[in-house]
């Protein structure tokens, strides 16, 4: 069977520069918020081409350092999806603020920004102060940016861009996680950029807000045990900065691959049953997931799996779905109506860059024989 996911390949292809790495990392004898955290840091700046990154536990936790910097938390509504990872809500909720979860554009499965642009110009009843909205690049791809950063702008709201599977996508020849005032990227295994364990990294022009959010990951200290503000403990370790900077030196070829790929199974899909992913045209997809739709899902799943191909579902409950948060958390004016309907339909295929020939091959030649 050819799994969905396969982290454990991305290791074996840099086995011995990650094992050289973990090693210096450990025989530094310094393992929590050192000087691989500190390259580290420069090089995914450098690389996304934004002035600051800081490094933390985990994506759920980047996005709520950023919020708890921006002050955003109590008496606060932060917009977001709910056609996501729980993470992104649940890093809201972590803040102290409250959720407005809204729809999604269908075909590309990110937030719908006319939705986004009617709740900034009438806020919904009964909420606190809409102050932030998340825009999730889900899958791979860009949400439809620039309306949303136009309606943030008229209405005093910080956009804030969820990249946790965006790694390298671009929106008119920028890269997500530039845009708007701050991003946040997870770094579990399975991402684009992934480490050997648990990590998150944020990004941000704001020089002032990357020094309170760095100040604010570590219990609020300007001056080592002395909370100048109140904070929390979220720390990328040495080691996974030192995983994560080998693995940064493959990530523009890893999704040149994942492209690549993807094109392979456009091919395969031509004439048949399933349409490929829509793409927006003024964005460079970068393929975290491979996302197939149909109402015929589980019929499908059946006959890949017969054929030795995993799949997988991102995701199978909508947010405000799940019994941890149906009934108490708003929605906008629609509803999340498509948020549901996807849920009942998408499907991921295999799709990382250490898949091998014969096992593109053989995808492309079970998805060929869907239309029979």
Same mark, same amino acid.
């Given at each position: 069977?050819i ?15 990650i ?44 996005? *709520? ?11 606060c ?27 999604i ?28 909205a ?11 940016l ?34 708007? *005032?701050?991003?946040a990227?997870?770094?579990y ?27 604010i990951?570590?219990y609020?200290w300007?001056?080592?045990?002395i909370s100048?503000?109140?904070?929390v403990?979220?720390?990328?370790d ?25 094109a392979?199974?456009?091919?395969a ?9 829509? /793409? ?47 009934? /108490? ?16 339909e998408?499907?991921?295929l ?5 898949l ?6 053989r995808?492309c ?8």
């Open positions: 069977m799994p969905q996911a396969d982290p454990g390949a991305g290791y074996r292809a840099q086995q011995a520069e094992d050289a790495a973990v090693q210096r990392a450990l025989a530094s004898g310094w393992y929590i918020l050192g000087k691989e955290g500190e390259a580290f840091e420069r090089e995914f700046a450098a690389w996304l081409g934004t002035t600051r990154a800081v490094g933390c536990a985990n994506g759920t936790d980047a996005l *709520a350092l950023i919020l708890r910097g921006m002050g955003i938390g109590e008496g509504t932060v917009a977001t999806v709910s056609h996501t990872a729980v993470a992104t809500v649940a890093a809201i909720e972590m803040a102290g603020a409250t959720p407005l979860l809204l729809d554009d269908p075909d590309t499965y990110t937030m719908d920004p006319d939705e986004l642009t009617a709740v900034l110009e009438d806020p919904p009843p009964g909420l606190p102060p809409i102050r932030a998340i825009a999730v690049h889900l899958y791979g791809q860009s949400c439809d620039g309306p949303m950063l136009e309606a943030c702008s008229r209405n005093g709201v910080a956009l804030i861009e969820d990249c946790a599977q965006a790694h390298g996508a671009t929106l008119h020849g920028r890269k997500l996680g530039t845009l708007g *005032a701050a991003a990227f997870s770094l295994p399975t991402k684009n950029l992934g480490a050997l364990g648990d990590g998150g990294v944020l990004a941000t022009d704001d020089f002032e807000l990357a020094d309170r959010i760095a100040a990951r570590q609020g300007k001056e080592r045990y100048s503000m109140v904070g403990n979220s720390r990328l040495e080691v996974q900065a030192a995983i994560l900077r080998v693995k940064l030196t493959a990530l523009d070829a890893g999704n040149t691959k994942r492209r690549e790929i993807a392979r199974y456009d091919a899909l031509a004439n048949g049953p399933v349409a490929p992913p829509v /793409r927006r045209p003024d964005a460079e997809h970068v393929f975290h997931q491979y996302v197939l739709r149909s109402p015929e899902r589980a019929a499908l799943q059946a006959r890949l799996k017969e054929a030795g191909v995993g799949t997988g579902i991102h995701y199978p409950v909508p947010v405000h779905l799940q019994s941890a948060y149906q009934g /108490r958390t708003a929605l906008g004016p629609a509803g999340c109506a498509e948020t549901a309907r996807a849920a009942l998408v499907f991921s295999p799709m990382y860059p250490e091998t020939e014969e096992q593109i091959e995808i030649e079970a998805l060929r024989g869907l239309g029979g």
